[in-house]
């Protein structure tokens, strides 16, 4: 099918608003950075309230088929992670975490859009035995033990019929389209 024959069932538009709001955020974050600097006795007790509320928000609960995380104190966010859906839970640790011994646990999932982790939960306790634990109920949820790959165990020649046929289709398939964008 040509690009000119499909049809387009919605083109989004977006607000330009979007660029002052973008502005407005670059300038704030610049001039807290560098004006509030005399104000920071003030401003770290305030922050130490306001990251006690932000904690105590955070909930995360393994079920049986899901992970369940929320948090937030103005905007509350909530995620619902089925476990089959989840690809690998990675473990960060950087150098202030370590010297505080916290851990931080990210979330990653298949299809998830954009780079980096759906979820990072930091500072989670035990984080290794709580990482463990979710990719153990991962498996059973999946059937099982994890797929391991098998070609090393296979004797050379030996080629299922299904992936034979499958590549046969689609060098097929790309013969036509050249076929075709040369008489073009």
Same mark, same amino acid.
């Given at each position: 099918m040509n690009d000119i024959d499909e049809t387009v069932l919605w083109e989004a538009e977006f607000n330009p608003k979007v660029r002052v709001y973008w502005l407005i955020s670059a300038v704030l974050t610049t001039f807290l950075t560098i004006f509030l600097i005399?104000?920071?006795?003030? #401003? $770290?007790?305030? $922050?130490?309230? #306001?990251? /006690?509320?932000?904690? *105590?928000?955070?909930?995360?609960? +393994?079920?049986?088929?899901?992970? *369940?995380?929320?948090? /937030?104190? +103005?905007?509350?966010?909530? *995620?619902t992670v089925p476990l089959d859906r989840i690809t690998d839970l990675g473990l960060v640790q950087g150098? #202030?975490?370590?010297s505080l011994d916290l851990e931080a646990v990210?979330?990653?999932t298949a299809g998830q859009s954009g780079a980096g982790s759906l979820v990072r939960l930091t500072g989670i306790r035990n984080g290794r035995a709580f990482r463990d634990a979710v990719l153990k109920q991962r498996d059973a949820v999946t059937g099982g033990e994890p797929a391991?790959?098998?070609?090393a165990a296979e004797p050379d020649g030996i080629v299922d019929t299904n992936v034979q046929a499958t590549l046969t289709e689609i060098r097929d398939i790309l013969k036509r389209i050249e076929a075709r964008s040369t008489s073009l």
């Amino acid at each position: 099918m040509n690009d000119i024959d499909e049809t387009v069932l919605w083109e989004a538009e977006f607000n330009p608003k979007v660029r002052v709001y973008w502005l407005i955020s670059a300038v704030l974050t610049t001039f807290l950075t560098i004006f509030l600097i005399p104000f920071l006795p003030l #401003i $770290a007790p305030l $922050a130490w309230y #306001i990251s /006690g509320l932000y904690l *105590k928000s955070h909930r995360c609960t +393994l079920t049986e088929r899901t992970l *369940k995380v929320s948090r /937030g104190v +103005l905007v509350r966010q909530e *995620k619902t992670v089925p476990l089959d859906r989840i690809t690998d839970l990675g473990l960060v640790q950087g150098p #202030i975490m370590r010297s505080l011994d916290l851990e931080a646990v990210s979330v990653e999932t298949a299809g998830q859009s954009g780079a980096g982790s759906l979820v990072r939960l930091t500072g989670i306790r035990n984080g290794r035995a709580f990482r463990d634990a979710v990719l153990k109920q991962r498996d059973a949820v999946t059937g099982g033990e994890p797929a391991r790959l098998t070609s090393a165990a296979e004797p050379d020649g030996i080629v299922d019929t299904n992936v034979q046929a499958t590549l046969t289709e689609i060098r097929d398939i790309l013969k036509r389209i050249e076929a075709r964008s040369t008489s073009l």
